[in-house]
């Protein structure tokens, strides 16, 4: 009867992660007509594998115009200021300082820029440690392909996909 139940709370939880990424939004394909560009974007998602974790938002951003960079949109619970993002993988760490003013609302956002291959090692690494800085303070969130629950894995392969499709290559498996 124990076994019985904890494979039904797996499976359950494995049913919540697939139900959250069927209710979350998707990769979208825009032109921008002004810059006579192609703009692919993943609205910002859960990027925290666990509820002991901090609450942070990720979406991603790449733009035709500037096809080696994409930009990151980090986000946290409530007002504050978004001033850093880090992502260590393993004991590689990518940092990105914000140029720009945090946008405000119930869940406060800043933008960083990063290369497409950092982007690449983010999306496929097996943990990744997210590090959000304030003013005075930081906190962490991870995710990767063993922190299964975060929602934003599931995010990385279709706005990959779609840029390698706009490329003219193969995606990467």
């Not at 919540?16 to 990769?27: G, Q």
């Not at 979406?59 to 850093?84: C, E, M, R, Y």
């Not at 406060?108 to 982007?119: A, G, V």
């Not at 496929?124 to 959000?132: C, G, L, Y």
Request: hydrophobic share 40%; glycine share 4%; aromatic share 10%.
């Amino acid at each position: 009867m124990k076994k019985l139940s904890i494979l039904f709370l797996i499976l359950l939880i494995q049913g919540c992660a697939t139900f959250n990424d069927a209710l979350t939004p998707k990769v979208k394909i825009t032109k921008d007509d002004y810059h006579d560009s192609t703009i692919i974007s993943q609205q910002a998602v859960s990027a925290a594998a666990d509820l002991s974790e901090s609450y942070h938002m990720l979406g991603f951003n790449w733009n035709s115009k500037h096809p080696d960079q994409i930009v990151l949109a980090v986000g946290v619970d409530g007002v504050d200021n978004v001033t850093g993002a880090c992502f260590k993988i393993e004991e590689l760490e990518i940092c990105s300082k914000s140029a720009s003013y945090t946008n405000y609302g119930s869940q406060s956002y800043n933008y960083f820029s990063i290369s497409l291959d950092e982007f690449k090692k983010i999306a496929n690494a097996d943990i990744v440690k997210m590090k959000v800085s304030r003013l005075d303070k930081y906190s962490l969130s991870s995710f990767g392909k063993k922190r299964e629950l975060a929602i934003v894995n599931k995010k990385f392969q279709p706005f990959l996909d779609a840029i390698a499709k706009y490329r003219g290559e193969e995606p990467e498996k």
